[in-house]
């Protein structure tokens, strides 16, 4: 009897509240049941568009990615500047080998190193070059090249693991999804470039009586990747950094765009000119300045047959050519400045270009000194950074005179 009762009560109450929310009774009740549907579907809707802004580039996670790029062309200028350093000191064809992973870590004891030495000493350069060198002279060698590569690896995990990060977070639009995966392909075929260039003074070539050496088309290749590499991630980088100037679009302005893209190229050119003077050792032909000996123009600048040769096998004729795009970039730069001071340009665009101009004087001042001292290795090696630190400039212009996008 009790619970047949106690289910009438249940009932019986449900249904007199329902009818009371129905009623004109309660309309405090009402309006609550109201507002705490709107506050709901608006905390929901909230939460929802801050979950799409999270996957969705936007202004800071664009600065997130510059700032990266910018840090990996920071790696890139390492890599250059220490591989520069390991030609110099002749410390590039010290590993015979190439493994992507078991080459990481070094030798460890003294049979280690003794198996190391043996490998290297069945090649040209230590046959022809270093037939008295030591164990600890080979250490240093060794460990120059070990750094490089080391190196290099470093580049390539700073590239793609980030990459995938920010993949995942969907900080990336489509065209700059293209770009990292261009940049993070780019330095796989760095490194394998690098291996195919060592390759090449590993080789014996009994018909020639030169020292061993890497080919300079393969060094340059090497060197001009490397440079395109850092270019793309440094001017990415920038324009994703810093804010675009609001230019107005004078004839004066189009003109001073076309000079500094002309003059940049003319840098690209000049810094991977150098490198068929390190390949060639072409720095230590004619050492005297501005003359090339007693001539301006010496006997020997087309003593290769056929002509073209010259221009990439004979050293004079490349340590002249490198002598006539400096003057020429720096005679560029300089009427570059000259030509920006007539045109209404921002402060910080207005600087990148003093500094350009002041690198450039530098940089050719230290490339006089270098090939008057004799190459020395601090000096040659502080030459080589200049050049990267003047295409960095000269890029920098660019961003700064940049167009708005539209």
Known sequence: MLLPSLRTVLFCGCRNFGKGLQSNNSPHLRQWLVKRGQSTFTAEAGASTTSAACTVPNAASNRIVGRWLLGCSGLVVGAVVLGGVTRLTESGLSMVDWHLVREMKPPQTQAEWEAEFAKYRQFPEFKIMNHNMTLPEFKFIFYMEWGHRMWGRLVGLAYILPTVYFWRKGYFTRSMKGRVVGLCGFVFFQGLLGWYMVKSGLEEKPESHDVPRVSQYRLSAHLGSALLLYCASLWTGLTLTLPVNKLADTARLTQLRRFAKGTGGLVFLTALSGAFVA????????????????????????????????????????????????????????????????????????????????????????????????????????HQSGSVALLSLAIWVLAELRKVAK
Request: glycine share 6%; net charge positive.
């Open 279 to 382: 390949g060639l050792d072409a720095g230590l032909v004619y050492n005297s300045f501005p003359k090339m000996g007693e001539r301006w123009i010496p006997d020997d600048l087309l003593a290769f047959s056929p002509t073209l040769r010259n221009l990439f096998e004979n050293p004079t004729t490349v340590q002249f050519d490198h002598r006539i795009l400096a003057i020429s970039s720096l005679t560029a730069i300089t009427g570059l400045y000259m030509f920006s001071r007539r045109v209404a340009l921002p402060r910080r665009a207005r600087i990148a270009i003093s500094l350009l101009t002041a690198m450039a004087y530098g940089q050719v001042a230290l490339g006089i000194s270098t090939l008057l001292l004799y190459v020395p290795t601090p000096l040659a090696a502080t």
